[in-house]
């Protein structure tokens, strides 16, 4: 009798669920070395692969609204021939030897598919190159891709990419510095609720930048706005680390500053000197004691310091 009940319990749900999904989704098709089969009138897709072959993704996709909850999957099977790491490539197989995915060494970037499968003879696609892509100088955050900058993995937290307010009232900006109040324009802030915890760090990492002897300088706009007084709002940090350069973080930063600013965005920028191979900018952020001290950043710059305002040793504010 309970299994009866429980039974008819998930067939009300099931039914419940249905009725919220949608049915126009694109039609599936059995992946090569396997099979899918479609219930609920064309709504929930079940994959599965033939005998020596392996499933690679989700079994089971629903379509919702017009479109399948995830890609379908496919079947793999080791037997390809091996992909050797280079100087420049670095390829981790996985799944038995049926999925190789590639890192490029850096500055270099990937041309091609970072991951590729094999069906038991051929891989899915060419093998990747690492070419050099000039980077960007100036980056505006309207792109969530940001400009090739990246988030630090092996900070506690990450910053987020977000237009108008932060979640937390009494704190960070309402608007971003590019486009100004009322222009739905982006930037990237570091969030201090819970559960970031005092003193974790935030970090996003710029493409490396050719070596340079001096002539070079670097911009930032930064918001740091929420409770006044000592050690309440958090910390801006700014380096430069070369490629190949360890202990970076615990030398001296380019520039930082700490504690409540003001509702504004303000400017900070610094001469980069001589830097004898590719470098990149790090700029962290850390929390202190109060959750109302969230940090924003935006337009990151590199430019000549002739072709701009600079003026030595002191910070440039400016109210918009």
Known sequence: MRNIILQLMLSFLMLNTLQVLGQNCATLENPAHGRVRLRARGRIAKFRCYRKYKLFGTKIVICSGDRW????????RQGCDD???????????????????????????????????????????????????????????EDENMCGWQHDEQANFVW???????????????????????????????????????????????????????????????????VAGYNQVGRLKVYIKQMGQTGTLSQQAAFQVSGNQGDEWIKAQFPV?????????????????????????????????????????QRNFQHL
């Not at 790491?85 to 990937?110: M, Q």
Request: glycine share 10%; hydrophobic share 25%; aromatic share 12%.
């Open 83 to 141: 992909i050797q790491s280079s100087e420049n490539i670095t390829v981790t197989r996985s799944h038995d030897g049926a999925v190789s995915e590639f890192t490029c060494a850096p500055p270099l970037k990937i041309t091609g598919e970072k991951l590729i499968t094999c069906d038991g003879t051929t891989w899915s696609n060419q093998v990747p190159t690492c070419e050099y892509v000039e980077p960007v100088n100036y980056c505006d955050f």
């Open 69 to 76: 909850s995830r890609p379908p999957p496919i079947c793999i």
């Open 160 to 226: 987020i990419w977000n237009s108008g307010t932060t979640p937390t009232r009494r704190t960070g900006p309402t608007y971003d510095h590019t486009l100004g109040r009322g222009g739905n324009g982006h930037y990237m802030f570091m969030e201090s609720s819970s559960p970031i915890k005092e003193n974790d760090k935030a970090r996003i990492l710029s493409p490396y930048f050719p070596a340079t002897t001096c002539g070079l300088c670097f911009e930032l706009w930064y918001h740091m706005w929420g």
């Open 273 to 313: 000197g001589e830097q004898t191979k590719s470098f990149r900018f790090i700029i962290e952020g850390e929390k202190l004691k109060s959750f109302l001290g969230d940090i924003a950043v935006d337009d990151p710059k590199l430019y000549n310091c002739s072709d701009g305002t600079w003026n030595q040793g």
